[in-house]
């Protein structure tokens, strides 16, 4: 078991919610809860992030949030913080799931790929600065500061305003592991990605352009099959008599053609007088000639 005890226990409620008047009340949530664990947990970050949905990975204070049997989480390196909850009793019962939760997470971190994205909790006027400050509502929210507000808790992503101008570069978190493997730190690098996205578009730009014209030739192809279909059938061949004609036109003897086509030496000297008839030509070599160029075979 990689977790096995935690300590340092405490169960408070906060100083804003003593101040309301019905906190007394046996329903209302209001406890928060804190206690150590005898892990650091930073390791298991990455697979926390991956394996819940709304999980939120922070670069600083490295920290995760999330949800827990409905209770919000703080996950620091050995410490965890978590709210609300009924009773002292509600809190103490949460802690023991919460260990099984991590010790699951643990032993299954070779079937979770992690996820290193993390948030750089960036200051509210700093992403002010950035947005248009219509306050145009397109991204869900009343202002363009509440907007922030979501951007810096990490609720939403800042890309959500389609009012934004595209960033000029962005920044890749790169995993530094010890020898076992473990993630011990990161290093986050500026990527230009303007560049990239301009060469993709020009791609794509590209690759649609190449698909008009092969729409193009297919149409023109098959238009060009019509046409040799109708100088096919003003010749009047039947499909077995183009079956011999394609046979001859690749040489084979008429004993061949009646062995493949499973018919008589007869019949193959029967459909050869009339493809010889339709095609008005004399002899095979003739007739494979013309059938070639008139595009029948
Ligand atoms: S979509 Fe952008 S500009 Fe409009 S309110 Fe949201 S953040 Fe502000």
């Known amino acids: 078991m990689f977790i096995k005890k935690y300590s340092e226990f405490r169960c408070i409620i906060p100083t804003f919610l003593n101040a309301l008047s019905d906190v ?10 804190s206690f150590r664990l005898d892990q650091d947990m930073r390791p298991l970050f990455p697979y926390i992030n991956s394996a819940l949905d709304e999980a939120v ?14 209770y919000r989480c703080f996950l620091y390196s050995e410490v965890i913080a978590a709210h609300f909850f009924e009773s002292k009793l509600a809190a103490k019962e949460f802690i023991a799931s919460f260990m099984d939760f991590l010790n699951d997470i643990y032993n299954q971190k070779e079937t979770i790929r992690p996820n ?8 509210i006027i700093e992403i002010l600065k950035i947005l248009p400050k219509t306050n145009c509502q397109k991204c869900g929210y009343l202002t363009c500061m509440a907007f922030a507000a979501a ?3 990490g609720r939403v992503m800042v890309d959500n305003c389609p009012c934004l101008i595209s960033p000029i570069s962005e920044t890749a978190v790169y995993p530094i592991l010890d020898n076992n493997g473990k993630v011990v730190n990161s290093v986050s690098l500026k990527l230009d990605t303007a560049g990239l996205k301009k060469q993709i578009q020009e791609q794509n730009e590209q690759i649609l352009l190449l698909e008009a014209s092969l729409r193009e030739n297919t149409q023109n192809e098959n238009q060009q099959k019509v046409h040799m279909g109708s100088g096919k059938s003003d010749f009047g061949l039947t499909d077995r008599e183009i079956e011999v004609l394609q046979l001859i036109a690749q040489g084979y003897t008429n004993n061949e053609i009646s062995g493949f086509l499973f018919i008589s030496p007869h019949t193959v000297k029967s ?5 010889f008839n339709k095609l008005n030509v004399n002899d095979r070599t003739q007739a494979a000639v013309l059938a070639t160029q008139k595009g029948i075979i």
Do not use: C
């Not at 290193?116 to 200051?123: L, M």
């Open 24 to 33: 007394d009340t046996p329903e209302s949530n209001i406890w928060s809860a």
């Open 57 to 70: 990975y922070y670069e600083k204070p490295e920290h995760i949030r999330f949800l827990f049997e409905g």
């Open 116 to 123: 290193y994205d993390q948030i750089k909790q960036v200051p």
């Open 151 to 153: 951007v810096t808790h």
């Open 271 to 275: 459909h050869m007088i009339n493809i």
